[in-house]
């Protein structure tokens, strides 16, 4: 008996729960209905309210640049309905004022050389275009932007790349890594361009690099200074390489007239890595081998150091043999 009390007791209690939760939600839905309603009619009054724009300015005085750290904000102070203020809210980040500085009525500051600055609440029509009719325009904030320009200088500067890069196995660099344009000119102030060597491009990295990349970068902007190109293309060449072995014959240098110099043996083996390309021309190409007739004064054990000179482009691992040879001095 007593457990049917308990269980008849445990049904009332779980059908009030039940009840309850019902008329919780019931409550919750129509007080959210109308507080939206209470706010969309907040929204039909006017209101005066702040919205704060980003401002960007262009098309300086002909010969000037703009220095130092002008603003980056405005704020409109306008008047409208709630809506429409509400939205602008939302909308202001994303719209960016552009004021021309050529044509927006600057005022030279007195006693200040290349320093003025413009009234906002006098030019009120550079900011109220960006209202679209829908708000009226009170007040703009702050009432004075100052701006301090320089003359304008120029400078063409090297091109300088940033690429790091690994090769596939049996590829190699055939050449020299490039950049096109290998220069730019700077327009900026004076102060800045004169410290300005080089402009880099952006950092990047290539892996298991198996055959010539091309690639356009970005250059690395610097404040306040204009690039003539934002962009360049970096070559890297590769080509797969192959061995190759010839011989040289060793020269000898610096020899007076009235003497000869016999040097044993009269060539050196060469052994280098070189791309396909260049396979057949590489026993043609600008390295040669030679001995210096002024060392042989400082010999004792009567033999020559042994020197290879010149580049041949794409060739690695560059080796020979023999490093020292021997030699036999003649009167002629």
Request: overall charge positive.
């Amino acid at each position: 008996m007593d457990t049917n009390l308990l269980k008849q007791f445990g049904n009332i209690f779980r059908r009030q729960k039940t009840k309850f939760k019902v008329r919780l939600a019931v409550f919750s839905f129509f007080f959210v209905v109308a507080l939206i309603l209470w706010y969309l009619n907040k929204l039909s009054y006017e209101y005066t309210a702040d919205v704060n724009f980003p401002v960007r300015f262009e098309n300086m005085p002909k010969g000037k640049v703009l220095v130092g750290d002008p603003p980056k904000s405005v704020t409109l102070n306008v008047r409208g309905f709630g809506y429409t203020l509400l939205r602008y809210r939302v909308s202001s980040r994303l719209t960016t004022i552009s004021i021309n500085l050529n044509s927006a009525g600057l005022i030279a500051v007195q006693g200040e050389e290349h320093k003025f600055m413009l009234i906002t609440n006098r030019s009120r029509h550079l900011f109220s275009g960006y209202l679209h009719g829908d708000l009226i325009l009170e007040k703009v904030s702050p009432d004075t932007l100052s701006f301090h320009f320089t003359e304008l200088a120029e400078r063409k500067v090297a091109v300088s790349p940033r690429v790091t890069y690994t090769l596939k196995k049996q590829y190699m660099i055939a050449g020299d890594i490039t950049v096109n344009p290998d220069s730019v000119t700077l327009s900026g102030p004076q102060a800045i361009i004169d410290t300005i060597t080089s402009v880099q491009t952006e950092k990047q990295s290539f892996i298991d690099l198996n055959q010539t990349l091309q690639e356009n970068i970005s250059l690395v902007s610097i404040p306040q200074v204009s690039l003539s190109h934002r962009n360049a293309k970096i070559t890297i060449p590769v080509e797969r390489f192959t061995e190759a072995n010839f011989s040289l014959p060793i020269e000898v240098k610096n020899l007076p007239d009235s003497l000869r110099l016999i040097v044993l043996p009269r060539s050196v083996n060469v052994k280098c890595n070189v791309v396909v390309s260049d396979y057949q021309d590489i026993e043609n190409s600008s390295v040669s081998a030679y001995v210096d007739f002024n060392e042989a004064k400082l010999m004792l054990d009567n033999k020559l150091r042994v020197r290879v000179m010149g580049k041949v482009h794409s060739v690695t691992n560059l080796s020979f043999e023999p490093k020292f040879v021997e030699f036999i001095i003649e009167k002629l």
